[in-house]
């Protein structure tokens, strides 16, 4: 049992380049999201999907895609990369997104640096 | 909309100290609370989280946080810290019914010998 796996660890990109960010749960759970940390500001919601063929935008989905390729794995795209993207990318799930009290599940994250 | 504050940006212990770190949260209906936190260089793993029942909580690690609802607040406590306490902790909560996590800024702790 894996939990949330994230690929890739680290990249490095220039500015106007693109990237997929890729997420995978085996935990069978309907909620995924993607989340950046930035220093001194937390975490911050890109966007999530409640289940599979749905997602929505959270606090900061400017300059970002995502798709919900299946049940299983949750992408994030970024079309023309800019410093200001530099982060660390987390992904996470949850059973359930009705606010009932579902833990969410973090993967280890990715570093991405934008130059 | 929600939104959760962290009162202290960073907090330097010696081992043995007690612990209490401040959360405060922003919404009149039922939430769902939550203290993770993130040891260095790890993934956010979840401490304890209150949903409903006895308001004190008690997670892993010897932490427990307290959910007083009439002052709209979270805090996570620890009698004794170790040095392998050191991390950063998030405060979060989300409304009943509603989705998604809101994070607060994060409160770094940092415990020496």
């Known amino acids: 049992n894996a939990g949330v796996t994230q690929t890739p660890k680290f990249q490095v990109l220039k500015t106007g380049q693109s990237m997929t960010l890729q997420c995978a749960q085996d935990?069978?759970?309907?909620?995924m999201y993607w989340y950046r940390q930035d220093p001194g500001m937390g975490l911050r919601l890109i966007y999530y999907?409640?289940?599979?063929?749905?997602?929505d935008k959270g606090e900061v989905p400017n300059g970002y895609n995502v798709s919900r390729l299946n049940k299983r794995e949750f992408s994030l795209r970024l079309e023309s990369a800019a410093p200001s993207q530099t982060s660390v990318y987390f992904c996470?799930?949850?059973?359930?997104?009705?606010?009932?009290?579902?833990?969410?599940?973090f993967g280890p994250g990715t570093r991405l640096l934008v130059l | 909309a929600q939104s959760v504050s962290q009162h202290n940006h960073h907090v330097i212990l010696s081992e043995a100290a007690s612990l209490e770190l401040g959360c405060n949260y922003s919404?009149?209906?039922?939430?769902?609370l939550f203290w993770y936190v993130q040891y260095p260089g790890q993934h956010l793993q979840l401490l304890l989280k209150?949903?409903?029942?006895?308001?004190l909580v008690k997670g892993i690690k010897g932490f427990e946080a307290e959910f007083i609802k009439s002052k709209f607040s979270f805090n996570l406590r620890k009698p004794s810290v170790q040095w392998s306490d050191t991390a950063e902790y998030f405060c979060?909560?989300?409304?009943?019914?509603?989705?998604?996590?809101?994070f607060g800024k994060g409160t770094r702790l940092s415990v020496i010998a």
């Open positions: 996470a799930s949850s059973e359930d997104s009705r606010g009932s009290g579902e833990t969410q599940y």
């Open positions: 935990m069978n759970h309907n909620s």
């Open positions: 999907s409640a289940s599979e063929g749905t997602t």
């Open positions: 919404y009149g209906g039922t939430v769902n």
């Open positions: 209150y949903f409903s029942g006895d308001p």
């Open positions: 979060a909560v989300n409304a009943y019914g509603n989705t998604p996590l809101v």
